[in-house]
């Protein structure tokens, strides 16, 4: 892990990732409540809100429409992904994108990557994470890790233990940023942060809720010592994303 308060995806020592890796993850049905948002166009035009320290795609993304913005939105690169359209015997997200391609070739200020810690494939999961890890050294830029404890084992991945295991192997491996899920209070954040170290915590975003509760979520994570949040639907999935942000932004900085 290293201080990356000084990195352009942190201001005042939080940051708000505009996760917009649906399109791939979950695919046309993210898009429907607000089909305006299948269009990348407009998500990165919402990423130009203060509120936003980067918007994490997918390298086609990034090629088709990041250099338009390249002055009013900070990249960052998912390294991985997969669709939900195959059914594997346990979870793996492959890497289809090198550091070297994300930082040389589409200007990623940072890099993520998603780990299924607890999958039978957590262990080749492990060696990509090495090879992001230590590539992202050479480059300088900060590594995120969506820590989603998944797999066969794993029976509740929201429970606070679990979660909690899932975000201490990001600071075990060196990731500099890691995303959780929500663990539900801000009592059950605190455990979750307190494995953690110094490492910056983040909260994601899940399924679309009203704006009440998401943000007070947003207000216990970060009473609880969380550091913002890596967030999608409940920003593009809104009629008004400049909003919402709007009120994270009051509450974060
Ligand atoms: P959301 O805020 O919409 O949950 O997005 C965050 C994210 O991590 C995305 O980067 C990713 O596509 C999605 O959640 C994965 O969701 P799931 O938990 O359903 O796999």
New binding site residues.
Partial sequence: MKDIDGSPIVRNGKSVIL?Y??GL??GPVDFKPQPESADPENIFKVARHDAVTAI?VQKGIAEGYHEKYRDEVNLMVKLNGTSNLWEPEDYYSPKNCSVRYAVEELGAEAVGYTMYAGSDYEARMFEEFREVQEEARKYGVPVVM?AYPRGRPIKNDKKTSTISYAARIGLELGADMV?CKYPGSRQKMEEVVSQTGNMKTVM???SKRNDKSFLKDVEESVKAGGDGL?????IFQRENPEEILDRLEDILY
Avoid: F, L, P
């Fill in positions: 996760a890796d649906h993850e979950h994490a969506w995303k994601s975003g899940g890596a967030v999608g639907r409940n």
